[in-house]
């Protein structure tokens, strides 16, 4: 067995913002531990504004104020050389940009020059990775638009001549077109009808199986989840609640939480919705004590409300953080 | 006045685009036609292949990009015709847009109160003592509140808090027709399901109309009376939501159907070398 690809462990980020005066602690990633193996699609889900993103800028080395790393860490391995993000200096960090570690924002915008044809967005991040003949650039470049359902005249647009989609898909084939070992993506199809969607997975996977890369893969769809990855976390309220192999997840979810979210999958043909979940999504700034889904959980207990249940190993693979669903993890 | 919300009279719209060696032209939209009543209101939805003009087509109803063919009347009123500040309020207190992609919608150094107090303002002409309430009842309205986001830049809040925010935005002035480009693709399943009731309760209780576009199938067979599906500048096929969706004619209409993820997922994934 080999090192995994990425390691993080006993990771903790808040926003600590003051509005007029009002200091506000945003416990957005709190105590969080997971591993992604080499050659591995591991997929995050959960709620709007449950700390997604904010786990993934960590995970990036993306990160800028108010957004600060409390505790933990966050250690990268490319083929044998490890690469502590929270350590190694902006240097280093710059070094494993691109070629090494790619990193697809949510909303996407955020690498497109707008005032910039998309072609020089491609020659200024992947030209001297790739290190071709300008011609063999553009043929490589080419060929991977195409797979992404997109026309070699798309190089020729500035960022704001193209749709949504196209502008979102132009985001991935630039994140992925230096073919990375490692590749983060956040919410990279929300913006794609489900035949390009469809082809934008497929892509992503054969990049993925060509080079034996790695990725996270951030998305609410789970449909999409169960589609591409490998194995699935959850995440509740700034935490992660339950992990596993995704047909697993799906087949028999441990977590309350979990089993909500998929009992809750829309398909066509439903005429009345599925039941969301009652009671709002809590405040990051000032969450629930104890397990944080208890004052939504069904089966909360009193031993709920002034404890944390710690993520704990249920069986081979398959982790979660529930008093119930890993009754001997009770204190 | 006349018994016709909006209608879309064979409008196309073309762009130029490309390089020096390269010039072309974009056929965004291409003759494209329908109408809704006043007297019934409805959620008219739009889905279809990314950069098919369902963007451009929401942008012309807005009266923000012009057509190069056809006409758009709102209450037997062609936009092109809609001069002058005091015309373009009326319009604008009627037909209010949720635009795609949160994230390039607002201005990255504007807090994103201000801009629901600027609508409740000067859209809605409400009084001062009663624009943080109009805010605050619009944001409750999408599972949000005003405390939450007071003073808060759109790069403090997550996708699917800034998606919200735009949604509760386009209710103040409580319009006659909502534009919603894609308002719930960075939403969960869960949230998505009380938007999307949110969006039937504005029809049933308020008698709004909504344009709905969507990549979600499931969401647009759920809440949509009349649909049409969009590919290349053209509307492929349109009639009545869940006829369409049950029973697609075109072969565009049935492939995009036959696409749509399964939560059982059926996918070829590779083996993995290392666990963790
Ligand atoms: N710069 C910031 N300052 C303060 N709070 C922030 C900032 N950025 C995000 N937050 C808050 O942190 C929490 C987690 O946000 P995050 O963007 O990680 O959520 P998410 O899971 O990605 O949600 P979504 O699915 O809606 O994108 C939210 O409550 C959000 O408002
Ligand atoms: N300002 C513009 N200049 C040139 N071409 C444009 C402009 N706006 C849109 N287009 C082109 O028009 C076509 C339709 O774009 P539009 O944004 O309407 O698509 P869409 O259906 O909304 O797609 P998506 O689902 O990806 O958002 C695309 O080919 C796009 O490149
Ligand atoms: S720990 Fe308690 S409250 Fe939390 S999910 Fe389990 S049963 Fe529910
Ligand atoms: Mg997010
Ligand atoms: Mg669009």
Known sequence: MTAPALSVTGL??????????????????????????????????????????????????????????????????FGGRAVDVYRAGEREIDGIRWRHLSYIMQGSMNVLNPVRRVRNSFVDFAFRHIGRSTAEFTRVVVDHLKRLHLEPEVLDAYPHQLSGGMRQRVAIALATVCRPEFIIADEPTTALDVIVQKGVLAMIRDVQREIGSSLIFVTHDLAVHANLCHRLGIMYAGRLVEEGPTSEVFRQPLHPYTQHLVSSLPRIGDAEPKKGLEGAPPSLADPPSGCRFHPRCPVAMDVCRGNVPPMVTVAPGRRVACFVAAPESRP | MSATLIEVAEVGRTYAMGGLFSRHRVRAVDSVSFAMETARPEIFTIIGESGSGKTTLARMILNMVAPTEGAIRFRGTDLSTIRGAEARLKFMRAVQPIFQNPFEAFNPLKRVDRYLFMTARRVAGLPEGEVEGAADTALRNVGLSLAEIRGRFPHELSGGQLQRVAIARALIPSPALIVADEPVSMIDASLRISVVNLLRRLRDEM???????????????????RIIIMRKGQVVESGDARTVLDRPQHPYSIALKAAVLSPDGTNEKTEVTSHA
């Open chain 1, 12 to 77: 903790r980020a808040y926003y600590r913002t003051s509005h007029f005066g009002v200091e506000r602690e945003v416990k957005a990633v709190d105590d969080i531990d997971f591993q992604v193996g080499v050659n591995e699609i591991y997929g995050i889900a959960g709620e709007s504004s449950c700390g997604k993103s904010t786990l993934i800028k960590t995970i990036a080395a993306a990160i800028r104020p108010p957004l600060k790393v409390l505790a933990g860490s966050v250690v990268f391995n």
């Open chain 2, 207 to 225: 008698g709004m109309s909504i344009i709905y576009i969507t990549h979600d199938l499931a969401t647009a067979y759920y809440i949509s009376d």
